[in-house]
Nanobody, 123 residues
Framework: QVEPVESGGGLVQAGGSLRLSCTASGRISTYAMGWFRHAPGKGREIVAGINWSGSNTYYANSAKGRFTISRDNVKNSVYLQMDSPKPEDTAVYYC?????????????????WGQGTQVTVSS
């Protein structure tokens, strides 16, 4: 079992960049990892996911071409590089994990969740 802990949120100007980090208490090398977000008045949605090895990624349409997910299994960490953010990217961002034996569906249910970090994009 892993316990994700997010960091790196804050206020960023539209068109700038921000890097979110997620460091887990346990080893993440056998887990798929995902970034989700929850904006006021909207449901929680997946932003990006990455399989255990980093060889496969998933991006929501809203994130394609602007956000990049990556991981470092030695550091038990996963990252979300947010380039050219927009005001509509404002949300609480959550890091999540699920066991991956090689067949994880990256945009489906995750089992372990962090507490979230607020990202606010100003126009």
């Amino acid at each position: 079992q892993v316990e994700p802990v997010e960091s790196g949120g804050g206020l960023v100007q539209a068109g700038g960049s921000l890097r979110l980090s997620c460091t887990a208490s346990g080893r993440i090398s056998t887990y798929a990892m995902g970034w989700f977000r929850h904006a006021p008045g909207k449901g929680r949605e997946i932003v990006a996911g990455i399989n255990w090895s980093g060889s496969n990624t998933y991006y929501a349409n809203s994130a394609k071409g602007r956000f990049t997910i990556s991981r470092d299994n030695v550091k038990n960490s996963v990252y979300l590089q947010m380039d050219s953010p927009k005001p509509e990217d404002t949300a609480v961002y959550y890091c999540a994990a699920k066991v991956d034996i090689g067949t994880a569906v990256l945009n489906s249910k995750y089992d372990y969740w962090g507490q979230g970090t607020q990202v606010t994009v100003s126009s």
